[in-house]
């Protein structure tokens, strides 16, 4: 299942999961068949942990249902699982925005008193495929407790993901042109073969656009490799569609070599370029820092 696909599915929800959306995404997930019904499941699973490295635990948030007057919950425990599947059940925008934003936990009430419904109705899809329940924790519970994963990606196993955030609102255009990098390069069975030198069985990109000082890492845990990026958001100003699929690309080549280097891994396979990407000319460089010193020259006589 495409990462467009698994969103589109999401999107059936109209931006919450409770008992009165659930009912019509289980019939449309269960059309799919058991096979993408179980597909759908590794993907939700995936976007739940990189929820759980944001660390929202303990962060006061409001449910729609609170009264006017009620103090917000902490997020810890089932509140905090609950606002994981509510953050995923909102859709792909909300989701990527609210990463590495803990105030945007705060200025807005979630639906999530009841959105575990949405790994209850990826239980209810299965059986309804089957006839037979779901084994096994829902997709979202108890990853800590499961086994431990193996090493290597093999077959169709999805094994690279990606978080886009940023100080301000990333452009569309970027989004898109990033997720279709990973998706490139999700399928492509060099890249695959490429990933089998490690030792890890996933592989967890990050990227910030913020005004700290750009930087990468990457380290280990649970076996998977997570990969942060930061990156200065003036990077952003000024692109087209083109130039922000450009630059898209070549965050990702910056990160995938990063991460080649990080782990000991043989040299990556050429990242795949978008169709509508436009590198930058002199001209545009050259316009482009022009107008970053005139920036940096206003800030000093501010």
């Known amino acids: 299942m495409k990462e467009e696909e698994f969103w589109s599915l999401i999107d059936l929800l109209g931006g919450s999961a409770n008992r009165r959306t659930t009912p019509g995404f289980i019939e449309a997930l269960t059309r799919e068949g058991v096979d993408r019904v179980n597909e759908f499941a590794e993907i939700l699973t995936r976007k739940i942990q990189l929820l759980e490295g944001q660390c929202f635990w303990g962060t006061p948030a ?25 953050v995923v059940a909102a859709g792909r925008s909300r989701f990527h925005q609210i990463q590495g934003h803990l105030a945007r936990v705060t200025d807005q009430a979630w639906d999530f008193s009841e959105s575990s419904e949405l ?29 431990e994963p193996t090493a290597g990606a093999a077959g169709d196993t999805l094994w690279l993901n990606l978080a886009v955030h940023g100080e301000i ?5 970027y989004y898109d042109a990033a997720g279709a990098v990973i ?7 060099q890249w695959r073969a490429w990933w089998l030198h490690a030792t890890q069985s996933e592989l967890v990109i990050e990227i910030a656009y913020t005004t700290q000082e750009e930087r ?35 965050d990702m080549e910056a990160v995938l070599t990063l991460v080649s280097t990080s782990l000991s891994l043989p040299k990556p396979p050429q990242v795949p370029l978008p169709v509508d990407a436009t590198p930058p000319t002199r001209k545009d460089e050259a316009a482009r820092a022009r107008l970053q010193e005139l920036r ?7």
């Not at 495929?129 to 990853?143: D, Y």
């Open 296 to 302: 940096e020259r206003h800030r000093k006589q501010i």
């Open 62 to 86: 409001r449910d729609v249902s609170d009264p006017p007057d009620a103090a917000p919950v902490p997020l810890t425990g089932d509140a905090l699982t609950n606002f994981h599947f509510a």
């Open 216 to 250: 990468g890492s990457v380290h280990t845990r649970k076996g998977r490799a997570w990969a942060s990026f930061c990156r200065n958001r003036s990077r952003l100003r000024g692109l087209n569609k083109g130039g922000l699929a450009y630059l898209a690309a070549m």
């Open 119 to 147: 790994a209850d109705s990826v239980s209810a899809a299965y059986e309804n495929c089957t006839g037979e329940p779901w084994r096994g924790p829902l997709p979202g519970f108890n990853m800590d407790e499961a086994e």
């Open 169 to 173: 609102d990333i452009p569309t255009a």
């Open 183 to 189: 998706e490139v390069v999700q399928n492509d069975p």
